[in-house]
């Protein structure tokens, strides 16, 4: 028998899963006394599992399906590049229909002068591309010293050694430690750290940290900064407006690279094509994956201005690549996506009809006794569950509110993922105004479970 086409009950499929498939980011035993939730089809914003269950997909799988599952223009692209030409590389003065239709595409969708890629496979590898890319780019202009790349506590950029040095997650640098020259400044979560500040001014103060940080390094040997738009497996934190004009003003004064990592803000997430032009952010360098393809086909990449491109190639052979940088069938089913999103108008629905939608609903759930604040861009939102709005308090850690919510949206075959204390939603982009009801409706019940059972247990109270 194909267990793929014809698959085994769903307790036999736990039992091979907890025996031979190690998962990311998973407790494993933990996993193997519940068994692993099998997904068997996807359709829209749909999915549906190997007992039945139809489960909106409020996370786009892992923030990519933005145009939702099942589009069968890609699944025939794919088997008609897979027929023409399943594989060839890009080293060695070699190149293919695929790859140059596809880095022509993003250089017209990508803002200024963005107009060169390099690809990858993912967008952990992609930011080991830039890694190597910003310190390269120094290097060939007579800096070498030049190499500290400064990041953001809290921050996410992937889970490679390159990718997992550059996020700010205590958790993953203690899992293999962290390459060197790779400095954090603090994130700037308003809700979380802002105190007594306002927002507009802890904004400032959290960017103001990149100033005094390349200060303290001596700007000679710093090479660049990074930061996603907005921090997304982080919680969605969404930034104070004052927070990213300051961060691109001091890139501009001390002259160090910037680089976006817009690989769940980009392709139409935030409402624009790139969390940059949401947020007026220009960056040398951008990271891209997920939106990409939506997930259909594994790919990702760096968008390299103009300057940086010239000087990596004035340095000759830049001696980094992967087998599959630009893979034939990733960057065919890629350049599908990018049609449909545009010919579809996908971005214009996010930002003139589901948002709007969704932002009343979403804002309205702060009348709810355990929500704080509600944030939302485009179609990327979170919410901060709190046993105190006004002192926007934390729950102690035994009251495990994130992930008794996260179970309860499960149980209501909603996907709506926990984040610490924060819920976050970041649903495929083709969502209908009749969808975000149902998304609303569940994620209102489950709140209501969670409440009622805080309650309940005498854990609604701070910690
Ligand atoms: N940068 C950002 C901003 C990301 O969100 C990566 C880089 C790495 O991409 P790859 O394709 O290597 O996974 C990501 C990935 C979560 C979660 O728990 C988020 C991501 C990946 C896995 C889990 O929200 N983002």
């Known amino acids: 028998m194909n267990m793929i086409t014809n698959h085994l009950p769903t307790a036999e ?21 519940k068994g692993a939730r099998v997904i068997t089809r996807g359709k829209g914003v749909w999915l549906t599992d190997s007992e039945g ?11 990519c399906v933005n145009i939702g599952y099942g589009r069968k223009e890609l699944a025939e692209v794919a088997a008609r ?19 140059i239709a596809l880095a022509a595409k993003i250089a017209e969708l990508a803002p200024g002068d963005l107009n060169h890629v390099f690809f990858a496979g993912s967008g952990s590898e992609a930011n080991d591309t830039n890694i190597r890319l910003v310190r390269r780019y120094w290097d060939v202009k007579g800096q070498p010293q030049k190499r500290v790349i400064i990041s953001r506590k809290n921050g996410y950029h992937g889970s490679t050694m390159g990718g997992g040095s550059l996020g700010g997650m205590a958790p993953i640098h203690a899992h293999g430690g962290m390459i060197d020259g790779i400095v954090h400044i603090d994130q700037p979560y308003w809700w979380g750290e802002g105190e007594d500040m306002t927002e507009e001014a802890f904004g400032l103060a959290r960017a103001k940290q990149l100033e005094d940080k390349i200060l303290e390094l001596g700007v000679e040997n710093v090479a660049a900064f990074i930061g996603e738009p907005i921090q997304g497996a982080g919680g969605v934190i969404v930034p104070p407006s004052t927070y990213w004009p300051e961060i691109q003003r001091i890139c501009d004064t001390y002259g160090i690279l910037l680089i976006a990592d817009e690989v ?3 392709f139409g997430r935030t409402g624009n094509w790139f969390g940059s032009q949401t947020f007026g952010i220009r960056p040398h360098i951008m990271t891209i994956a997920k939106g990409l393809s939506s997930g259909y086909q594994p ?18 052979e830049f001696f980094h690549g992967y087998t599959y940088s630009g893979h034939p069938v990733a960057a065919a089913v890629a350049l599908e996506n990018l049609r449909i999103l545009q010919e579809e108008h996908i971005v214009d629905h996010v930002r003139n009809v589901a948002h709007p939608y969704l932002k009343e609903r979403w804002d309205a759930l702060t009348d709810h006794p355990l929500v704080g604040e509600a944030k939302l861009v485009g179609l990327m939102g979170s919410i901060a569950l709190t046993p105190d709005k006004a002192k926007r308090a934390k729950f102690a850690e035994s009251s495990n509110v994130g992930y008794r919510t996260r179970e309860r949206c499960f149980a209501n075959n909603l996907i709506m993922r926990a984040v610490g204390d924060r819920m976050i939603i970041a649903p495929p982009l083709v969502i209908t105004t009749a969808e975000i009801d149902i998304l609303i409706e569940r994620a209102k019940k489950s709140l209501d479970e969670s409440y009622a059972s805080l309650k309940a247990e005498g854990l609604f109270v701070p910690a």
């Open 13 to 33: 499929l736990q039992a091979l899963d907890a025996a031979h498939h190690m998962h990311p980011f998973t407790d494993a035993p933990g996993l193997a006394r």
């Open 53 to 63: 269950h139809q489960i909106i997909d409020g996370m786009a799988g892992l923030w």
């Open 81 to 99: 590049q897979m027929e023409e030409l399943a594989y060839y590389n890009t080293f060695f003065q070699t190149t293919h229909v695929p790859a």
């Open 264 to 266: 769940i803000t980009g």
């Open 299 to 316: 790919i990702g990449g760096s968008i390299i201005c103009d300057e940086v491109a010239r000087v990596i190639g004035e340095g000759g």
